[in-house]
């Protein structure tokens, strides 16, 4: 069993159609895909449509979920949320928030960029975007196809788009812990992705995961691009202590990363045990 627990679609910063995200994970081999898109759930229609219509001899099942935008102390930091019910309300009114306030944001980083002398436009970052819940790489590939940065990854440097950097501007996040019993109230599993992310700019304590832990979260996403050896290390013992499973996946982002689905996998009896929590949503079988 291949089984990926992360991976985005165009619904947020991917570059696929759930659809074509869907085919991915099926010419990769995967049996297992998790469509997490940032704080929307827009995708899991057109992917579970996709699901089943694959011919009857491939057996991809695709578990809805979604990665949440957190912040606590200043430090910004996601949630994967697996097979939680879409329609339970106090959740759905967290995540139409977060993406609201993305419009905002949006807005307002390309203003800085304009005035950092990088000629994009909110019209041509909407274009980028689609439908997608608006986010720093879609204005990372205006910033590419303007010709101010080489790559996506380039424009999360001080200079630009990264945490703290020149045209950076948070947009609502949501505090973890009542992001995490927000997902639990709604039936879903919690996982803390990328914990030790430290590219992407300041990660939270030990002392912050063990509160999680306590308010109900399931697992650590130890096994990703962004960890070293040393990190996974340091987290499977964290995760060992406090009784928390232990995922891996690849955050593909379909052409916007460099990262390969199943490039990452989680265990099978983890995925099992992640399943045996869920009760909002079930997995997508063909
Ligand atoms: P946002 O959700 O709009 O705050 O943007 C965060 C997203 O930007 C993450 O989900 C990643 O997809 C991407 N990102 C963050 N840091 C980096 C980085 N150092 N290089 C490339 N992409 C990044
Ligand atoms: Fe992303
Ligand atoms: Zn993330
Ligand atoms: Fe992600």
Redesign the pocket.
């Known amino acids: 069993m291949r089984i990926d627990l992360h991976a985005?679609s165009n619904a947020s910063?991917g570059t696929d159609s759930p659809a074509e995200l869907v085919a991915a994970a099926v010419a990769a081999g995967l049996d297992v895909v998790a469509l997490t898109d940032?704080d929307t759930v827009a995708g899991h229609a057109e992917a579970a449509g996709a699901v089943r219509a694959l011919p009857a001899d491939s057996r991809l099942t695709v578990v809805p979920g979604a990665?949440l935008?957190c912040a606590v102390d200043g430090i910004?930091l996601?949630l994967l949320a697996y097979l939680f019910d879409p329609e339970e309300p106090e959740f759905a009114r967290e995540r139409d928030l977060v993406r609201t306030d993305?419009f905002r944001r949006g807005r307002a980083i390309v203003e800085r960029c304009r005035e950092l002398g990088a000629e994009i436009s909110w019209e041509q970052v909407r274009r980028i975007a689609g439908a997608g819940s608006?986010?720093?790489?879609h204005i990372?590939s205006a910033l590419v196809e303007a010709g101010v940065v080489a790559t996506?990854?380039d424009a999360?440097t001080a200079d630009w788009l990264?945490d703290g950097g020149r045209a950076d501007v948070r947009?609502h996040e949501t505090d973890p812990v009542t992001a995490v019993r927000l997902v639990r109230a709604a039936g879903g599993v919690p996982v803390f992705a990328h914990p030790g992310a430290v590219?992407?700019?300041r990660t939270v304590s030990d002392q912050v995961i063990a509160d999680l832990a306590a308010a109900g979260l399931a697992g650590l996403e130890v096994d990703h691009t962004d960890h070293d050896e040393e990190t996974r290390e340091r987290l499977r013992g964290l995760a060992g202590e406090l009784g928390l499973l232990v995922t891996g996946s690849s955050d593909y982002?379909g052409t916007?990363?460099t990262v390969r689905l199943g490039e990452h996998t989680t265990d099978p009896e983890v995925y099992g045990a992640l399943l045996a929590q869920a009760t909002g949503a079930k997995p997508i079988e063909r």
Do not use: N
């Open positions: 985005h910063d940032h990665e935008s910004s996601h993305r608006v986010g720093r790489p990372a996506v990854s999360f990264a947009k590219k992407r700019g982002h916007r990363k």
